[in-house]
């Protein structure tokens, strides 16, 4: 039976939950990982802002109890060295409540840092992918991951060294998760993971170097990473999240938009 559009919403928070914690204990094992009364805390305190991750968990959440989780959230925020997220899944709250989720936000010390978009589908397998610019090869080593995450760095603007740290020497990246890297020439120009959660395939840390972009490489890796990780785990739903500019990209692979997503950093 499909999924209603709310159960979508809810999957594409757990889905994060459950993805976001093996991640972030595989990159540091004594991180903050709490699951609290309307909140999920996923926290290394690093400097890949990645890891540094809060979001709300509640179902249809009302004006006082948004207010309330994010003051809480804030605070958890400042408490920490390192900068990171609160993730809202618009979708999870009231309708009614919506409206407000901006001021509330700049009440509790938030400012809103961009937008994004849950997706997901039942759309594996997927035929063999191909690009006649590319060839595909699988991170399995330090080499890969530098590589991997130097285009993190390109696409999201983000300090080489915090992108190199928050995964070069990782076990996980290089043995569960099906990580791939899109070489033209033999340089790496994109790359796309998934790794299993919860019966889904999870697809995460898609990026192309930006002088290549628009070409298909973005699409092509990411099919590679839902092909092989499909195949491995027999898996045939997909859940993602996707940044305003990743979006338009999804739909043609197979995925549909279920939830916005507002993403809030403490003010500076």
């Known amino acids: 039976m499909p999924l209603t559009?709310?159960?979508?919403?809810?999957?594409?928070?757990?889905?994060?939950?459950?993805?976001?914690?093996?991640?972030?204990?595989?990159?540091d094992a004594n991180a903050d990982i709490r699951d609290l009364p309307g909140l999920a805390v996923r926290w290394a305190d690093s400097r890949f802002s990645f890891w540094n991750c809060i979001t709300l968990t509640e179902k249809e959440v009302t004006a006082p109890r948004m207010r309330r989780r994010l003051d809480e959230a804030a605070d958890i925020m400042r408490a920490k060295k390192q900068p990171g997220l609160l993730w809202v899944f618009e979708d999870l709250l009231a309708v009614d409540t919506r409206s407000g989720l901006t001021v509330a936000a700049e009440l509790a010390g938030l400012q809103y840092a961009f937008g994004g978009t849950g997706m997901a589908g039942g759309i594996l397998p997927l035929p063999e992918p191909h690009h006649p610019d590319l060839t595909f090869v699988r991170v399995s080593t330090d080499e890969h991951l530098q590589a991997y995450?130097?285009?993190?760095a390109g696409a999201y603007g983000l300090p080489v060294e915090d992108c190199r740290g928050g995964l070069v020497g990782s076990v996980l990246w290089t043995t569960e998760m099906y990580a791939y890297l899109a070489l033209r020439d033999g340089v790496p120009v994109a790359c796309a993971a998934t790794s299993a959660a919860e019966n889904r395939l999870f697809v995460s840390f898609v990026a192309t170097d930006p002088q290549w972009q628009r070409r298909g490489y973005g699409e092509a890796v990411t099919r590679r990473a839902l092909c092989e990780g499909a195949r491995a785990t027999g898996l045939t739903r997909a859940t993602l999240h996707a940044t305003e500019a990743g979006a338009p990209m999804y739909p043609r692979i197979g995925f549909r938009a279920n939830t916005p997503i507002r993403f809030y950093s403490l003010k500076t």
Request: negative net charge; aromatic residues 4%.
């Open 149 to 152: 995450a130097d285009l993190q």
């Open 5 to 27: 559009p709310h159960t979508e919403s809810v999957e594409s928070m757990e889905q994060l939950v459950v993805a976001w914690r093996a991640m972030v204990l595989d990159h």
